[in-house]
């Protein structure tokens, strides 16, 4: 948590190729790592996590890849469909008390 | 599935007013925080609470913030006297013990005039 960063803050993909996000941190307590997905108008919701002690976890479309010595994870989507375009937002947390969401990546899918 | 709730979902207030927004947790949920995110920009953490008190908070969180749990269900963010700044989605957002999962409701829309 504390220090997080997003790049991109904006993407533009074509239907069907893959999107990547990137979450870098700062602190090295963090152990759970996880993406948010926030449409237009909506709360964020869940879409994937991962904890501190697994390199990277798949869930259909979606995954997530971490890399605690460099201190960032990654989101992957593949197969881009339109109801994939959305803000997406990491939160990567040590504690309970302080969860602090990164600036957010807005991911446009072109038809 | 249970869902945290929120009320109101849209307030318009004048400057200068108080404003309490409310907030139901999923009932098992003993982590509750607040979060702000102005029209386009990131989600910020406002407040964490556990256990009856305050557990961290942000430089936003200033005296004109505070939070109360008034009831066995209930969450409360009051803000005293309200700014133009103030206008933006208020989240709250609840958390099992051992989980590490947030869940946010649905938000109070507040618009400051």
């Known amino acids: 948590g504390e220090n997080v960063e997003q790049h991109p803050s904006t993407l533009s993909v074509q239907e069907g190729d893959s999107a990547v996000i990137k979450c870098t941190y700062s602190d090295s307590a963090s152990n759970y790592f996880p993406w948010y997905k926030q449409e237009l108008g909506k709360r964020p919701q869940l879409i994937i996590d991962i904890r501190s002690n697994v390199g990277e976890k798949k869930d259909q479309r979606i995954a997530v890849t971490l890399n605690k010595t460099a201190k960032h994870f990654s989101l992957h989507i593949t197969e881009t469909q339109p109801e994939d375009s959305a803000v997406y937002f990491c939160?990567?947390?040590?504690?309970?008390?302080?969860?602090?969401f990164g600036s957010g990546t807005r991911l446009s899918i072109r038809p | 599935e249970p869902e945290v709730t929120q009320t109101p979902s849209h307030q318009v207030t004048q400057m200068g007013q108080e404003v309490i927004l409310r907030c139901v947790p999923i009932?098992?949920?003993?982590?509750f925080y607040w979060y702000r995110q102005i029209l386009g920009q990131k989600v910020e953490f406002l407040v964490s609470?556990?256990?009856?008190?305050?557990?961290?908070k942000s430089e936003i969180f200033d005296d004109q913030f505070s939070v109360e749990r008034p009831d066995g269900s209930n969450f409360t963010l009051k803000i005293r006297s309200t700014k133009l700044e103030d206008s933006a989605m208020y989240f709250c957002a609840s958390r099992e013990y051992q989980g590490n999962t947030i869940y946010f409701g649905e938000g109070s829309w507040l618009t400051v005039v």
């Open positions: 939160a990567p947390s040590s504690s309970a008390s302080k969860i602090i």
């Open positions: 609470f556990y256990n009856n008190e305050i557990s961290e």
């Open positions: 009932s098992n949920h003993l982590y």
